[in-house]
């Protein structure tokens, strides 16, 4: 059976949330989200679980015991429960869509500027692998919030190859 902490992951997965994102919307600190991740601490408590269904959208049964669908069916069709299901869906895949042409049309931006600065290293460090390892660690010496974001990352990786991990044990039935 699934615990808190694998439930967690999935849902995380699922919608692709980081333990700051999952912190956030349940209202507590990220170190809190990281220890219900490793099993370091019990479940939530009710008003704490609330929030987090509200979060992710899903059942609240599930995500407290494992039992029952992860999702609540939708709405039976031609109701207004229906209708305003919808409508949220379709909300949502336009905020998501929005949200990765913004990111798309910000990269497009940026690429005069990068390869200014791919030129720059080039100059400066030499053309190698090295040479850019070099002058990236210099920014992450001297920038805190690249730091930070570095760190984010190397998280969210070794999150996912956990839960990455857990599913191909699953799948193979070893536990």
């Known amino acids: 059976m699934e615990s808190f902490s694998d439930r967690l992951q999935r849902l995380m997965d699922l919608k692709k949330k980081n333990q700051r994102e999952v912190a956030a ?9 990281s220890a219900w991740l490793r099993g370091a601490t019990e479940s939530p408590r009710r008003d704490t679980l609330q929030k987090l269904s509200g979060f992710f959208g899903c059942n609240i049964e599930w995500l407290e015991t494992g039992t029952g669908d992860i999702f609540p069916p939708p709405p039976p069709l031609g109701t207004a429960e229906n209708q305003n299901f919808l409508r ?21 931006q940026c690429l005069g500027f990068f390869d200014e600065l791919f030129d720059f290293v080039g100059d400066c460090y030499g053309e190698n692998r090295d040479a850019a390892n070099d002058f990236l660690s210099e920014v992450y010496k001297s920038h805190a919030n690249y730091r930070l974001w570095i760190e984010e990352k190397k998280e969210e990786r070794r999150n996912r190859d956990d839960a990455s991990r857990k599913g191909k044990i699953a799948e193979n039935g070893q536990e």
């Open 88 to 108: 949220k869906r379709r909300e949502q895949i336009v905020d998501e869509t929005s949200a990765k042409l913004s990111r798309d049309r910000f990269k497009m």
């Open 25 to 33: 919307g349940a209202g507590v600190y990220q170190s809190r989200v």
